[in-house]
């Protein structure tokens, strides 16, 4: 798991002293959970939840005291960007065996149930703020899972391994050099 904290690191910064999870318990209900020391799945609230927050916060498991939504590592995430603010939840996912390059190390935003994030054009704020790196971006409403970032041709371009026309071709290679790692062999 510590490589894991490194590479959220790298990608976004240290974790911000300055912001706390406060009353946001988002990750608590919506995450899955699959460590050595505790599970549980996604949709389905942590059995340690209660009103008033974590029920066992002082010696909750590892996973719970390292795990970290993107919010918190954010300094230019505005404050009402806080899960339980904003209605979603924005984390790293990291995929074992990706389907695709954009889906081994990614941003992935969720619409959180009941969120009016959409309609009151928080995820598009959101959204147009973190696809601005070189970091793939997914949003999942609940229903479908959609690639936000990289636009459609550039994506197109880089799992099809096709040349880019000049105008691309400096943003297709930037993206093949950074996640061809995760290409899929098939």
């Known amino acids: 798991m510590d490589d894991v904290a490194d590479l959220e690191t ?3 910064g240290p974790v911000l002293s300055h912001r706390s999870c406060g009353d946001c318990t988002a990750c608590c209900t919506v995450l899955p959970v699959n460590s050595p020391d505790f599970a549980k799945p996604a949709g389905i609230p942590c059995t340690h ?3 008033n927050g974590c029920g066992i916060h002082a010696v909750r498991p590892h996973i719970c005291r390292t795990w970290f939504c993107v919010w918190r590592r954010d300094e230019d995430l505005p404050d009402a960007a806080r899960p339980d603010r904003s209605g979603l939840l924005i984390s790293v996912n990291f995929v074992a065996k990706p389907q695709n ?5 990614a941003i992935n935003v969720r619409l959180l149930p009941g969120s009016d994030a959409i309609a009151n054009g928080t995820a598009a ?4 703020f973190l696809c601005d790196r070189l970091i793939p971006v997914w949003f999942s ?3 479908k899972k959609m690639l936000m970032h990289p636009e ?3 994506a197109r371009l880089v799992l099809s391994g096709a040349p880019a026309p000049g ?3 400096d943003e297709v290679a930037a993206w093949r050099d950074q996640y061809g790692m995760f290409a899929s062999d098939g």
């Open 167 to 169: 105008p691309l071709r």
């Open 101 to 105: 390059c954009f889906e081994g190390v």
């Open 10 to 12: 790298n990608l976004l």
């Open 125 to 128: 704020r959101v959204l147009d």
């Open 49 to 51: 939840l209660t009103a």
């Open 141 to 143: 409403d609940g229903d």
């Open 152 to 154: 459609p041709d550039i």
